[in-house]
């Protein structure tokens, strides 16, 4: 049998220029799931990081604070629906590397998976316009009358993405490990980056880049329309 090799990406800051998860509470705010104060949980962290006093980890942890904290009770219909409303008006801002990337690997044969802390359901969304075979994000619980109950379902797996990667390869024979791939931008990619034979680091934050430049993984960046290979 020939096994197909496997590709992972990391999504927000990697393939979409932002966050899905940023985009999705502004969102739910502007259509007023969520109250206008569920802002107030990030909006220090933002500036922040907006001024350079503060980290993007900061700002994004704090709106998955805010997300989990005001999604309880939600209808996931209301999220779904919500979710396809962001991937229509914002599906096509993605990076130029990444995503000529992943259609030179689909036609080279390989199994491409997509993997990220932001609600599956968004990432459904996002990742069918691109090609991915598989699709990894926050599951997140649904209780009675449909609603949202703030809860993860299986944390722990999405929380270290190396386990995704044994994961994908243990539940399909057909794939193997050899020439994988892995593109990542921050420190919480480096366990993925460690499990496959070819890591990228994509416009990566500065722990990243240190490690990437300690152990001699490939940094690419893209400025405007400029691809720099460091």
């Known amino acids: 049998m020939n096994k197909k090799p496997v590709a992972f990406f990391d999504i927000d800051g ?10 999705l509470v502004e969102e739910l705010i502007k259509q007023k799931v969520f109250p ?13 990081w907006l001024d350079r006093d503060g980290t993007y980890e900061e700002y994004i942890d704090a709106v998955v604070e805010s997300f989990i904290k005001n999604i309880k009770g939600v209808p996931y219909g209301r ?8 991937v229509e008006e914002q599906g096509k801002r993605v990076y130029r590397y ?6 030179e690997l689909k036609q080279n044969g390989y199994y491409v998976v997509a993997i990220s802390q932001s609600p599956k359901t968004i990432l459904d969304a996002f990742c069918k316009g691109y090609g991915f075979d598989k699709v990894y994000g926050r599951i ?4 009675p009358q449909d609603q949202l109950t703030g809860a993860v379902i299986d944390e722990h797996l999405i929380q270290n993405k190396a386990n995704i990667v044994s994961r994908v390869l243990d539940r399909n024979p057909d794939l193997m490990s050899t020439n994988s791939v892995a593109v990542g931008d921050t420190e919480g990619d480096i366990s993925l980056l460690e499990s496959v034979d070819q890591p990228i680091c994509f416009n990566p ?14 940094v690419v960046v893209e400025r405007k329309n400029v ?3 460091i």
């Open 14 to 23: 990697t393939v979409f220029r932002s966050s899905l998860l940023i985009e």
């Open 36 to 48: 206008t104060k569920a802002e107030d949980v990030y909006v220090s962290q933002y500036q922040d």
């Open 79 to 86: 999220l779904a629906d919500i979710g396809r409303d962001v």
């Open 98 to 103: 990444t995503r000529d990337l992943i259609g």
């Open 140 to 143: 997140y619980e649904i209780g």
């Open 205 to 218: 934050n500065k722990k990243l880049y240190n490690h990437a430049k300690t152990v001699g993984w490939k």
């Open 227 to 229: 691809i720099y290979h």
